[in-house]
């Protein structure tokens, strides 16, 4: 009989009410606002599971297996890549290669909230964030990609892994709310309006094939640790431009995405208990990453202004926006908010450019800071 | 400055120029593939 009574019993701790709470507002934000769905209804199921007092699926069960086979080790956010890397075409970017720079510069959030991090932590009287290794963690959520902050948390702050990975999810589906007041802020009118020539050129297949092994190579050598995710992400589109395996790419696009989609939201989710969530850094942790989005999104424009400077031909500073990476939702965002200013403005490649090559640029930065910090 | 916000300061401004100098070179990658294989090439 107290068998069956304890779970009750545990029901008079405030902690699980507040993560069950947690867990049906995300659930909500999935089913109602659409908010990065298959992420957000997985975490909050887990979150459910994992609060239920005494609850079978932790401690020991299927979540305790699933988050050692797939979190610690990092397996599933590499997987994740793969079907990433399968979904990405690089086209925009090939035909017009400078918007690569806009990807690099739109990681400008990632170094300032981890500055920000380091000192907050040092506030006295403020829940600390005790060191480099977690304002890392922190930082990586300006990277606007999941899988690179899964991977950058489980190895600096393993114990900030759920909120950490709340905040970069749920700021990537609020892309549409953050970016368009701060780029109008840093942007005319006529600046918004600005147009620009798509590029005509195709890129030949043989481009398209060497691209994925040559960047795997490259960023391999110059930085080791960022070998598992740009060689998964660019494995999985050398599946998709190979032409020859047509099978494992759409496998790669669908069903391993999806499958580890579920597997990696339920697991995350069941990483949120009360006990670890429920506290002030948790709090910082999501204002932080809303730091870390405006300031991406800022650095990206205000770099392309920069480079206006020394043009003939002028960017749209929008476009600069687009080097966050959350793909593709920030090339969506700009051509909409081109066409609310003058709706025979089409800078859709130009953006689709900007926005891969932030994918790329986030898994580099994540590298870097796996490399760097110690 | 404390030590560990000097070595914060230090690693970010490094990283964030190393981006661009690690995407600076696949622009010249890019460029040169461009240059070598410069129109469609569907018999690779």
Known sequence: MSELLRGIVGMADWRVWAMFGVGLALIWLAVKKEYEPNLLLPMGFGCLLANIPFSSAVGGGFLDVLFKGGITNELFPILIFIGVGAMIDFGPLLQDPEMLFFGAAAQFGIFFTMMLALLVGRIPGVMGIPGLREAAAIGIIGAADGPTSIYVATRFAPALLAPITVAAYSYMSLVPIIQPPVIRALTTREERMIRMENPEHEVSKTVKVIFPIAVTLIAGIIAPMSVALIGSLMFGNLLRESGVTERLSKTAQNELSSLVTILLGITIGSSMGGKQFLNPTTLLIIAMGLIAFVFDTAGGVLFAKLINLFRKRKINPMIGACGISAFPMSARVIQKMAQQEDGSNFIIMHAVGANVAGQIASIIAGGLILALVR | ?44
Request: glycine share 10%.
């Open chain 2, 1 to 44: 400055m404390d030590p560990v916000v000097a070595e914060g300061l230090r690693i970010s401004g490094l990283s964030y120029v190393l981006i661009f100098v690690v995407l600076g070179i696949f622009y010249g990658l890019i460029k040169l593939l461009l240059k070598m294989f410069p129109r469609r090439d569907d018999s690779a």
